[in-house]
């Protein structure tokens, strides 16, 4: 079954006088449990198409279902597309309820400790887990990802006394803290050294396999390709292949 699925994406932006095309009619779906790549060099569109699947990109026409949900449904899109208020609030809750995000910087908040920054989102708004567990029940919930991700002593460090693997797993710890379906990670072991890479990796894929979160990746990293059951190739802005293993 689908739980992304985007049809016919473009994205073109413009540039003074000259309209840049950064992915050009962009088609394929990613089912539940997905560990899925999207790869392809700089500059080929891949981050251009997972900030679309995340909501954070606007597409320029084409189709954005989450979820079976169809998030453009009566907007008129264009190059300069405007969100209305009723927009933005939509993809607002589809972000927080929808999807999770991992970044290559981490962007952890400094003054809150690891247990903390994992928190966070809970306290945001509505989402599968604030809405279905007491207090207690996401504290004990909060402590598992933190076993799970081998972080259970480093609870109260901050950011600044871990190391950048250690900062990673806090960030994919804080990715599943709302039990969001989907996880977008951008370049997730580009700031890390190759061993802190692999056991971000294998992690990742132990969670993938345990939790059945799916997984979708931007990266040019070929062990995270290699790793991956779904394969989709874009170079200049078009898919050039879209493989399942």
Known sequence: MSIIELKNINKIYQMDKVQVTAVNNASFSIE?????????????????????????????????????????????????????????TKLTNLRRTQLGFIFQTFNLLPVLNVYENVELPLTL????????????????????????????NWKKHK??????????????????????????????????????GDQILDLMKKLNKDLNTTFIFSTHDAKIVNMSDHVIKIKDGTIISDTRS
């Open 32 to 88: 539940k449990g997905d560990f899925a790549v999207i790869s392809g060099p700089s500059g080929s569109g891949k981050s251009t198409l997972l900030n679309t699947i995340g909501l954070i990109d606007t597409p320029t026409s084409g189709t954005v279902l989450i979820n079976n949900i169809d998030v453009y449904k009566d907007t008129k899109l264009g190059i300069n597309t405007t969100i209305p208020n009723s927009l933005y």
């Open 125 to 152: 708004g509505s989402s599968e887990a604030s809405d279905t567990m007491n207090k207690q029940q996401l504290s004990e919930w909060i402590d598992y990802l933190l076993d799970t991700v081998g972080l259970t």
């Open 159 to 196: 950011p600044s006394e871990l190391s950048g693997g250690q900062r990673q797993r806090v960030a994919i710890a804080r990715a599943l803290v709302t039990k969001a379906p989907v996880i977008l990670a951008d370049e997730p072991t580009a700031n890390l050294d190759s061993t802190n």
